[in-house]
């Protein structure tokens, strides 16, 4: 059983940076591929990026390309999103997701989340 505490939201403006991390515990953190995911209010799930084990090539949603970055600390049992570029339309509870073996692209997939965190940005 692997337990995920997510933190590092707050309250932003735009263009502003903001870096969430993603703690493991109870689990072989290793073996598991972790998502992130974020849900704004009124609107589905939406998945914004996930990494393998290794930390390798992570993906990213469109969304979020190019301004998102995934790394993993195996030996902290922790995952961070960097968040560069922030826009008002980032603002959501960001939620982490754990599943074993290969990344996954929907929440579906995932057995283990976090309580979340909030992001809000300020235009």
């Not at 997510?6 to 403006?13: F, H, I, K, M, P």
């Not at 902290?76 to 603002?91: A, C, F, H, I």
């Amino acid at each position: 059983q692997v337990q995920l505490v997510e933190s590092g939201g707050g309250l932003v403006q735009a263009g502003g940076s903001l870096r969430l991390s993603c703690a493991a515990s109870g689990g072989t953190f290793i073996s598991y591929a972790i998502g992130w995911f974020r849900q704004a209010p009124g609107k589905e799930r939406e998945i914004v990026g996930a990494i393998n084990w290794t930390g390798t090539n992570p993906y990213y949603a469109d969304s979020v390309k190019g301004r998102f970055t995934i790394s993993r600390d195996n030996a902290k049992n922790t995952v961070y999103l960097q968040m560069n570029s922030l826009k008002p339309e980032d603002t959501a509870v960001y939620y982490c997701a754990a599943r074993a073996g290969k990344p996954a692209y929907t929440g579906y997939d995932y057995n283990y989340w976090g309580q979340g965190t909030q992001v809000t940005v300020s235009s």
